[in-house]
């Protein structure tokens, strides 16, 4: 039978035989059969999950936008009928002792890979290629760029959906803190990144591995957190996804907006640093274990609340402006820090634990107790809630206390 050969370099791993080697797009898209759903009584193919739509159009809008793009290897299979590995000697070349032979995969003409692991980002090339023309410059881009693969001569079908179930459960995807302090081409992250050396509450105080610093952790914040919170000064919170939420706030650091979105990230943590409490932390007189220990202010939710409470503050104020004297405007104009200022009226003080042991549905907590008790702390238990209404319900509690001030008196008159 006819045979295609595709240069490799070949290597055994599990005592099966395995090729790396890589493929343009377009090549690639036309030899791959459509992966079948996975169903573990057939034995005539291994099966894949349900395609996310999302996440592939995720990854065809990256592809579209991205210049220098990567996408990690796909897993193909071939069977022992179907293709056949050679090695090849080169001069001069030793591979004895070597994992690795350079060869040739010999594959019938009309055989077709299964797709192991990779449908998405196959699925992304496919979509892409099937909506453009052959010389849009984006598919000139993917016809010049080779897609990794590994290939896998393997006859068993639940060995191969053996295998992907291996590929995740031995990858460990990264931390959103980590994973979105990496990524340098949404302009929120490089802001907050370039504001860390300048902001005193920042200096050494963000953590970037874990999302949740621990109990007795200096750091005072998690990079995501960080991020949310100054999504939420920036924006609101109208999105209700992520992706959606993302795109406005970096919007904001576009044309002429980007210097008022900065301007107002400076203000909002410069502010919070000035807090009674932060400020403790930044002049030494605190450690950041203490902070969270005696208060609420370092737990997500609260921090949420907050920002959420100074953009509805912030938002009203925008709204008086079009009409507002000079003098008005020029309180307007320091809105951010007058806002958090005010929240030194609150107290963040933790519930005692004692108090908290006593509670029942019969004898809850009240607002006596925290401004928290039926927002972000469950009356019954004293339990920190989790979600979106509860920091909602506590940002809006927050923004009274904000209009009780006097310093803003002026927003009310």
Known sequence: MPKIHIPVIGYTQGGRQMMTTAMSAPDLVTMVTKPAAWNPVKTDAHGNRPRDTNHLKGIVKYLEDEEHFVLGAAVLYLTSKEATFTPHAIPG??????????????????????????????????????????????????KESGQPLIIVIEDDHKRRAQDFADLQRNVKAPTQSLGQSMDRRQAINRELSDLFDTIPVFQDRVEYLKDNPGKLSAKLFSFKTV??????????????????????????????????????????????????????????????????????????????????????????????ADSATPDFKEKIANIIPLAVRALDDVDFARIPDEKIKKATADDPLTEDDSIFVGNLIEPATGKLAAGRTAWEGAGMKLARVILDNDELSFLTK
């Open 93 to 142: 070349v030793t591979t004895e002792y070597d994992a690795a032979q350079v060869g040739l995969l010999s594959v019938d003409i009309g055989a077709k890979f299964d797709i192991g692991d990779g449908q998405h980002r196959i699925g992304a090339y496919e979509d892409v290629v099937q909506n453009r023309d052959d010389d849009d410059p984006i598919i000139e881009r993917l």
């Open 227 to 320: 991020r949310y919170v100054s999504g939420l000064l920036l924006v609101g919170n109208k999105y209700r996804t992520p992706t959606t939420m993302d795109k406005a706030v970096n919007d904001r650091f576009e044309g002429e907006d980007a210097t008022e979105a900065r301007d107002e990230l400076i203000a909002y943590w410069t502010a919070l640093g000035e807090m009674a409490r932060f400020a403790d932390v930044i002049e030494g007189e605190v450690k950041g274990a203490e902070l969270r220990e005696a208060t609420y202010l370092l737990s997500a939710g609260v921090l949420y609340a907050i920002a959420y409470a100074v953009y509805s503050i912030k938002s009203a104020a925008a709204v008086l």
